[in-house]
């Protein structure tokens, strides 16, 4: 006798979990400065969501400007960093969801909701400052939208997923409490003699 079903009950922590590596990069790209740097040697350009940093070629020391000096700046940074807060809230919401037996799957479906929500908030914020900062910014030889930038994304596209996941949880509610037996497939000895 081979037995299958669908265990999603001993697997509910991947969907926290999950939230938990969106966090991990989220604060990567929150406190990294590779939002964008020079492409090439000599590395004379790098910036941060919070910075821009340029150098001359043969100068070791950075000069630094801040973008909160910008309105786009301060917008970029305030819409990410809403985002990357109701991001946490999110995933207390989530260990608490599925740390209590009865699941409330209403409860589950209001998580997805709000990580649309900070998907929205995370995307304007990543769109506002690659825009905004080629026009306003000038830049230094060949640059890129480097590791923390795709930190960033990274981070987006997990919270997108997850939304998704929280919101059809529910139509899978059955499974999920193993309120639903397993299917049981039997072979007649003829076609299977090992398992005798």
Partial sequence: MVECGLACWRCRWLL?????LAIIMGIIALAGRGWLESESEPYVQQASLWESCTRGEED?????ESLMDYGWGRAAAATYLVGF??????FALAV???SIEIL???FVRGIGGLLFVVAAFQIIGL???????????????????SWAYGFGWASTVVVIGCA???CCLPNWEDEVLGNIK????????ERAPYLN
């Fill in 16 to 20: 926290p979990l999950l939230l938990g």
């Fill in 104 to 106: 409330r799957f209403n």
């Fill in 60 to 64: 070791l020391n950075w000069s630094c």
């Fill in 164 to 166: 998704f996941f929280f």
């Fill in 182 to 189: 397993p299917s049981c497939y039997y072979s007649s000895p």
């Fill in 127 to 145: 769109v506002i400052y690659p825009v905004k900062f080629t026009e306003d910014i000038p830049l230094t030889g060949d640059n890129m939208f």
């Fill in 96 to 98: 608490i969801a599925f």
């Fill in 85 to 90: 807060v109701i991001l946490v809230i999110c």
